[in-house]
């Protein structure tokens, strides 16, 4: 059963760059579409981007400028970096994958936990 | 950008009675040549992550009970949930997954009445 983890700094300072890393466990990263979601408190789902090992990622148009994803196939991870970070960047955020049974399109049917990140001097 | 809306953003509903929350896109997120409607349904309990139910507009994921359905076509879509129990109390959003980026209806905070 797969399962993901994300990981990263809880406290992020305005104008710096927040990481954060998924880690796949329980099957290879390499079959999938991996995805970045994040929650503000509160509010609702938004979705930040998708990557596939070996090929580009797809980023939100709200974010494009400042989001950068990439894929570690042999420590089976994925990351997210978001520069320029400002107190509306605060959210908790998910990774999550792409449904697979011929479903062509991001639906998530695997959800990290969450990661609460907040921007702040 | 394909925008989702839901209604109601509350809803409370007594237990054992059915709870209906619709779902609105701004394109037809029906695909001719699958015949298929790309819009999922999850939920999502306190500090809890989203949990896919359906996709494909009916679809129930694995694991989901049957009380939970989904119908609608085209712009329209429904969420059922036949007798409510109070382990369904959540937020629950709907989602295309049409075309990028995969936009969220705002989410119905479904309550016990």
């Known amino acids: 059963q797969v399962q993901l983890q994300e990981s990263g700094p809880g406290v992020v300072k305005p104008a710096e760059t927040l990481s954060l890393t998924c880690t796949v466990s329980?099957?290879?990263?390499?079959?999938?579409?991996w995805s970045w979601i994040r929650q503000a408190a509160g509010k609702g789902l938004e979705w930040v981007g998708r990557?596939?090992?070996?090929?580009?990622?797809i980023y939100s148009p709200s974010l494009k400028s400042r989001v950068t994803m990439s894929v570690d196939t042999p420590k089976n991870q994925f990351s997210l970096r978001l520069t320029s970070v400002t107190a509306a960047d605060t959210a908790v955020y998910y990774c999550?994958?792409?449904?697979?049974?011929?479903?062509?399109?991001?639906?998530?049917?695997?959800w990290g936990q969450g990661t609460m990140v907040t921007v702040s001097p | 950008d394909i925008v989702m809306t839901q209604s109601p953003d509350s809803l409370a509903v007594s237990l054992g009675e059915r709870a209906t929350i619709n779902c609105r896109s701004s394109?037809?997120?029906?695909?001719?040549?699958?015949?298929?409607?790309?819009v999922a349904w999850y939920q999502q309990k306190p500090r809890q992550p989203p949990k896919l139910l359906i996709y494909?507009?009916?679809i129930r994921e694995f694991g989901v009970p049957d009380r939970f359905s989904g119908s609608g076509s085209g712009t329209d879509f429904t969420l059922t949930i036949s007798s409510l129990q109070a382990e369904d109390v959540a937020v629950y959003y709907c989602?295309?997954?049409?075309?990028?980026?995969?936009?969220f209806g705002q989410g119905t905070k479904l309550e016990i009445k």
């Open positions: 989602q295309q997954f049409y075309s990028s980026p995969p936009l």
């Open positions: 394109q037809s997120l029906l695909y001719s040549p699958n015949n298929k409607n790309y």
């Open positions: 329980g099957d290879s990263i390499s079959s999938y579409y």
């Open positions: 494909w507009a009916s």
């Open positions: 999550a994958r792409r449904m697979v049974r011929g479903v062509n399109g991001d639906a998530f049917d695997v």
């Open positions: 990557i596939y090992p070996g090929s580009s990622a």
